[in-house]
């Protein structure tokens, strides 16, 4: 066993790709998921190098752990170097030093993760995980909700208590856009200087948090409230969470909600 698959992280993460599988996020090569790690595989010599359009930025010198293009979220606990990456970040290019054994390359959305990352780690020290997964309820929503961050942010936080403690910075959500591209992530990453949820409009969810738990349990409770969304959507709601109750709830647990959204 190599040191990177002894880290009790390492496990974390595999378990996170199957859980989002498990959970229909992922279908056929849906999905993808990257951790930061500090440095310290200096025994590993590079295999193959990967350019990077966007640059490492602020990540230089520091390793990534991430899923290949074309990999199967189901298949990375079953053979995790087939499946995932682990790269050194140079300037405008990484380093493979292990992982993707029977070739291939990192994630299609390799653009988005490095941009999401260096956004993340300047708002959070602890930041260290970005996944990005097809919630279901979620890419719903935003087909049948206005795409403005403020407006679907208070529908989530009125739909369920948990979604003003674990999201106060709310969520942000991108118009229809090509994946894949070096756009994206620098939209993606824009709105995620000042929260830890990006929704891609009729495709899916970045989420981010110091570890796949965490940034899986974002996704998770966000993808509920979606859910419930839908499910009652329809029926009248005189008793949904209203304004002046999520005030109460900010106050009763000491939240700072997004300035100005309540
Ligand atoms: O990894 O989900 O957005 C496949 C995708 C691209
Ligand atoms: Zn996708």
Redesign the pocket.
């Known amino acids: 066993m190599t040191d990177l698959e002894a880290l009790p992280l390492f496990g974390e993460f595999c378990r996170a790709a199957s859980e989002i599988y498990r959970r229909g996020w992922?279908e056929r090569?849906?999905?993808?998921l990257s951790m930061l790690l500090e440095d310290g595989f200096g025994g590993l010599k590079p295999l193959r190098s990967f350019p990077i359009a966007s640059g490492a930025g602020a990540l230089e010198g520091k390793c990534l752990l991430i899923?290949g293009?074309g990999k199967y979220l189901k298949n990375v606990e079953r053979d995790p170097e087939d499946a995932l990456a682990l790269l050194r970040l140079g300037k405008n290019c990484a380093e493979l030093l292990w992982g993707l054994k029977n070739g291939g390359r990192p994630?299609?959305?390799l653009s988005a993760h490095l941009q999401s990352h260096a956004a993340r780690l300047e708002a959070d020290p602890k930041h260290r995980t970005v996944l990005?997964a097809?919630a279901t309820h979620l890419v719903a929503l935003t087909s049948v909700h206005e795409l403005d961050d403020r407006a679907l942010t208070k529908t989530l936080w009125s739909m369920c208590t948990e979604c003003l403690l674990f999201f106060p910075d709310g969520v942000g959500v991108l118009p229809w856009m090509p994946?894949?591209t070096d756009e994206i992530g620098a939209a993606t990453a824009e709105k995620m200087r000042s929260c830890r949820l990006v929704l891609w409009a009729s495709?899916?969810a970045f989420a981010a948090g110091t570890g796949p738990d965490d940034a899986l349990g974002l996704l998770e409770v966000a993808d509920k409230a979606a859910e419930l969304y839908i499910m009652t959507s329809g029926f009248p709601s005189p008793a949904r969470i209203g304004e002046e109750q999520l005030r109460r709830l900010a106050d009763a647990m000491g939240l700072s909600p997004r300035e100005g959204w309540l």
């Not at 090569?29 to 993808?32: I, L, M, V």
């Open positions: 992922a090569n849906g999905g993808n899923t293009g994630s299609s959305e990005h097809h994946c894949g495709h899916g």
